[in-house]
Each structure stands twice: as structure tokens, then as C-alpha cells.
């Protein structure tokens, strides 16, 4: 859906290059991109005639073991990541596909499974490496720089190029529990009932999401379900395997499953197992809600526009949140939506052009009925291209902050190839 074509390319491998590329497009004054590892739908990464700075080739991870340490570099993907922490057991809170680039999903906010226990990704960031738009080179730490440190968790791109992060790490692994339980659709309605009491007591150590979507034609299911609207328990847990299995039999008990498949795996093998549903070509656009409770009415509405899907290749995701993240202050960084417990998310994805107003006009229709039972805020990472008019609302109370801080880091707006915060 992306179809832009810069001027030139500039595929850095450290940040010399970094450099060189931003003061070459200041000169010629063009206009600037930034590429991590290109995942996110609003193309942001691209622009037709500019300079695209290019950091997929930059993917080191270095760990330190002994003080639980990661730094990584921005063109790493979650994947790069995983392998390097688990070969200690260790590991940090990131999103729940291997292909997602680090630098995005952590200028954003970042969650995934680990985050009930660990907080989101930003809130494990120690340090980051800076470029900035005058061609300084920053630290940006809770010591060094803090103005800056504070907008880039959760600002995304506006305040410079990040060319390396350093995490704080957990011991995770290296095997967890982890598995899919499968719903008929019909018995839907009492699943997200029996999910919203179960996530209320729920220990921080277990992580269960709800997927709505055409079966896709796993192994343990019959074949007759194949292509057949569900409803999808994802479990995850990182604690003792078998008090693991204690905590997740009530879930089998919301209604006669079709199949499940749940065990001990390598987390990292956990970490890819959605990668499937977004393989490279699809055309997505996906959107995003905040939520305190999961209101019955919200409820109806899911299960409406999940029985009404415009695609086979369509989900609708609710992800829990509720524990660690919650206990950060909405004014402690960037990212404000700290009384988010569950994350809605809608994902359009679909092959032909020919389908885009039908695709498209689902997403849209089921984020506006949602809307008002949602809470404040939004998670800038799962915005489309044309919701920059959402950003202020993004940050709450924090926008004029970040707006001061874009002033004095990016006066010009540099870097506005974003979710833009004016100066």
C-alpha cells in the first residue's frame, strides 16, 4: 500500500553514517525518513524524492549477563533481540512478533507478553544513544539529558535518531508455557464474559489474549474449522510450568473448545508464533483503542464486527495489560495511558487493491462504535497515516511538554516523517 520512491538511500552501519546522511539531506535540503526495520503500516519510513536513512543493517544486540544489561542497535528486530538475551535466560518486554523492529516499537511505548510483570518497553529503556537534529550526539538517561530521555519513551521519532538502546533484563526461560485454546464463534459471547472475571485475579505472571478471526489451518484443529470464524484464548506464562498449568484450567472450562494446544516452549520460539499472520505483500490498516474495563455494549459490538469480517486474513485482538505498566505515572514519560488495562486492537489485512474500501471501511466503522467505551489516550504505534490529527489526544496532559521539547531539540521539525509533534 506503500508506494513512494526517495531520491537516494543511505544504508548506515554506524553513526558516522548517520551523521553523514543528516547533514548531506540538511545541505540539499531534503526531505528525511528514518527506517528500522520497516514494519509499521503507516509508511512513515518512506517519502517520495527525500533521503531515507536506513538502519536495518545496523542489528548488533550486546548483553551483559552479569548486570542484566542489553544494548542494541536501532536496525535489530525483536527476533535479533530474543536470541542474544535467551542465550543467558534473559530477556526484556517487546512486542509479540519477531519481525517488529526494536526502534519503533520502543519509541512508542512497546508491550507484549511480559509486560503484566515487567512494564512496557519503555519503562525497562536504562539509556539511549541520540542524534539529534543540529548533529549532536546525546546520551539520553534518567542522569544525562532527562528532558530528552522523557520524549523519547513514548514521543517516537520527533526528537532524533536513536543508534543505540540499552535495556534493563529479566530472567525469562528459557522455557515458558505458552499455547493456543480454540473456540467455536457461538460460544463467543461467553468466553469474553468468562475472560473479563478470569483477567480481574489473574496473577501478573500470566498473560492471556483474546483473538477473534478465521481459523487458519493449524495442525490441532479439525479440518472442517478451517476458515471458520473463532474465538482464540493466547496464553502465556512465565512462572513454575506446572503451577502454570493449575492457573490456566479455568480457561479451559469457558466453553467446549475445539482443540488446544498448550506446553512448555522456548519463549523464543512463543515469540514467533503469530508471525504467520503477518507475512510480507498483505495490505493492512489497523487501528487501535485504550481500555479501563470491557464494557457488555463493547462487547456486542466485537463480537458483531468479528462475526462480519471483511477478509480471511482480518483479526481482532483484545491484549491485557493490567499490572506493572499500570503502576508508572501517566506523567513519568512520554507515553501517558497508564490506566490502560486492555488494548484493542482492529487488524485490516486483506491482497487486492480491488478490496481496500470494503477492508478499510470495516476498521473504520468498528473504531468509531468502540469509541465510546474506550479510555483516554492511544498507542501511536498502531496509527495509520491519516490519524495525525489524533496525536495531541495520543499524549493528554503530556503534548505541551513534548511540544517544548520538539521546540528545543527540533525546532525546525527535522523529523516530522512521524506521528508529528509540532514545535
Known sequence: M???????????????????ALNYAKAQQL????????????????????LMIDL???????????????????GATLADIDAATQQH?????????????????????????LTRKYGMTIDNLVSAQVVTADGRQLTASST????LFWAIRGGGGNFGIVTEFEFRLHSVGPEILAGLIVYPFDQAKQVLEQYRTFTQTAPEDLNVWVVMRQAPPLPFLPEEVHGKEVIVLAIFYAGDLQQGETLIEPLRQFGTPHGEHIGAQPYTAWQQAFDPLLTEGMRNYWKSHNFTELHDDALDLLLHYAGNLPSPHCEIFIGQLAGSANTVASDAMAYSSRDAKFVLNVHARWETPAEDEKAIGWAR?????????????AYVNFMTAEEGGR???A??????????????YDPDNLFHHNQNIKP
Not at 90 to 112: M, Y
Request: charged letters at 20%; a neutral charge; glycine letters at 12%.
Open 2 to 20: 506503500i508506494d513512494k520512491r526517495p531520491a537516494v538511500i543511505v544504508k548506515c552501519t554506524n553513526t558516522s553514517d548517520v551523521l553523514a
Open 56 to 74: 536495518s543493517d545496523m542489528k548488533k544486540v550486546t548483553v551483559d549477563p552479569g548486570a542484566k544489561r542489553a544494548f542494541v542497535q536501532p
Open 391 to 393: 496525536v495531541t489526544a
Open 395 to 408: 499524549y493528554d496532559s503530556n503534548y505541551q511538554r513534548l511540544a517544548e521539547i520538539k521546540r528545543q
Open 31 to 50: 526531505e528525511i525518513t528514518i527506517r528500522g526495520a520497516g514494519h509499521n503500516i503507516a509508511g512513515n519510513a518512506i517519502c517520495d524524492d527525500g
Open 144 to 147: 544525562e539529558n532527562n528532558d
Open 89 to 113: 535466560g534473559l530477556a526484556t518486554p517487546v512486542g509479540i512478533n519477531s519481525t517488529t523492529g526494536i526502534s519503533g516499537l520502543t519509541l512508542g511505548g512497546g508491550f507484549g507478553w
Open 365 to 377: 466503522d468498528f473504531f468509531k462504535a468502540t469509541t465510546p467505551y474506550a479510555s483516554a489516550g
